[in-house]
């Protein structure tokens, strides 16, 4: 499996993350319109990716929710007529997310500005893991400095459990 550190704060305007993306040379990676279909499973998560509505992805992880955020994930990309319903019809569906994602780079780090359905606006980070752990959390401690985030107001909870919350 795949191993990510992870981050996410709710924000009330992206405005100044991008001015600073922009001044660190942040690589801009496009604006994507995604819908995450959770699946009930009986251990981690398990969700479909549907990215403009026209690329389909099913995501298997296990998350430390307490501790730092350290995910093991996995992705099997799905072809087909309409992978969506072809899951729905063996799984049951938990929740389901629906976010415009502006999507940055910056070393090995993807940082996304998301707006999501009925919750608001969020910044996440994701750092991969292609080294070691303790390079992964160097590059991670960076980008959280350059982007002057207070780790304090972390949320350490899916859109999934913040949406489910809501109910």
């Known amino acids: 499996m795949a191993v990510n550190l992870e981050l996410k704060i709710k924000t009330g ?8 993306l922009e001044n660190i ?4 990676e496009g604006i994507l319109k995604q819908k995450d279909v959770y699946y009930k499973i009986p251990k981690g998560l398990l969700k479909l990716r549907i990215e403009n509505n026209e690329s389909y992805c099913l995501i298997k992880y296990l998350r430390d929710e307490k501790g730092k955020r350290w995910s093991n994930y996995e992705l099997l990309f799905l072809n087909g007529k309409n ?17 415009k994602r502006t999507l940055y780079l910056y070393k090995g780090t993807r940082i996304h500005l ?4 009925s ?20 590059r991670f401690d960076e980008i959280i400095r350059l982007l002057n985030l207070d780790t304090a ?10 949406i489910e919350a809501k109910k």
């Open 83 to 99: 992978p969506e319903k072809y899951l729905s019809e063996i799984f049951k569906i938990v929740t389901v997310v629906e976010k």
């Open 153 to 162: 107001k972390q949320i350490r909870k899916s859109y999934k459990n913040l």
């Open 119 to 138: 919750l608001g606006k969020f910044l996440e980070l994701e750092t991969i893991v292609a080294g070691s752990k303790a390079d992964a959390q160097m």
């Open 13 to 20: 305007s992206h405005q100044k993350y991008i001015n600073t």
């Open 25 to 28: 040379n942040a690589s801009f």
């Open 114 to 117: 998301d707006e999501v359905k």
